[in-house]
T-cell receptor, first 112, second 111 residues
């Protein structure tokens, strides 16, 4: 079943923070985050495994709440380059063979 | 290091025809998966290959098929094309489970 992402779209000014949520009705093994700019391929951001860990690099971080089957992506002090569509992909079992089930995406627009 | 290469980038077909799309993964990546991307449904998993074996298949009709060669290159085929098959078809290769490196896709338009 497809995870639900919220919000569907968000417009921010440069320097503002954003949170994108991804919820699943099924127990998850992992949550994956990707960003896709218009006309380009999706680019891998990070993976979170069950266990509630938090990851991050630069000013983008994410958490995974195993009890709620929800992951959140945090973008701090957003930059113009953060604009794009963010997808979460979920795995029920590990190993990668089952493929990722992606949400419909969150469109993020950063304005100067 | 070269990325994932997909050919052709754009193609136009008519209903009833078939199409073959090609994907060359990143050197050393043995896993190749295919996704269909449409505005309405987003990214949907088609199938995944590892060492020439299909490990899993998404919820698509049998008209969608694929294969992987010994050099890890992969092809997908769609037979008896329908208007609804118009989409961006993305190929991704990976070394670690779930860490996908996508190609720029093949945009298929069915008239």
């Amino acid at each position: 079943q497809q995870p639900v992402q919220s919000p569907q779209a968000v417009i921010l000014r440069e320097g503002e923070d954003a949170v994108i949520n991804c919820s699943s009705s099924k127990a998850l093994y992992s949550v994956h985050w990707y960003r896709q700019k218009h006309g380009e391929a999706p680019v891998f951001l990070m993976i979170l495994l069950k266990g509630g860990e938090q990851k991050g690099h630069d000013k983008i971080s994410a958490s995974f709440n195993e009890k709620k089957q929800q992951s959140s992506l945090y973008l701090t002090a957003s930059q113009l380059s953060y604009s794009g569509t963010y997808f979460c992909g979920t795995e029920i079992s590990g190993g990668g063979a089952d493929g990722l089930t992606f949400g419909k995406g969150t469109h993020l627009i950063i304005q100067p | 290091k070269a990325g994932v290469t997909q050919t052709p980038r754009y193609l136009i077909k008519t209903r009833g025809q078939q199409v073959t799309l090609s994907c060359s993964p990143i050197s050393g990546h043995r896993s190749v998966s295919w996704y269909q991307q449409t505005p309405g449904q987003g990214l949907q998993f088609l199938f995944e290959y590892f060492s020439e074996t299909q490990r899993n298949k998404g919820n698509f009709p049998g008209r969608f098929s694929g294969r992987q060669f010994s050099n890890s290159r992969s092809e997908m085929n769609v037979s008896t094309l329908e208007l609804g098959d118009s989409a961006l078809y993305l190929c991704a290769s990976s070394l670690k489970p779930g860490e996908l490196f996508f190609g720029e896709g093949s945009r298929l338009t069915v008239l």
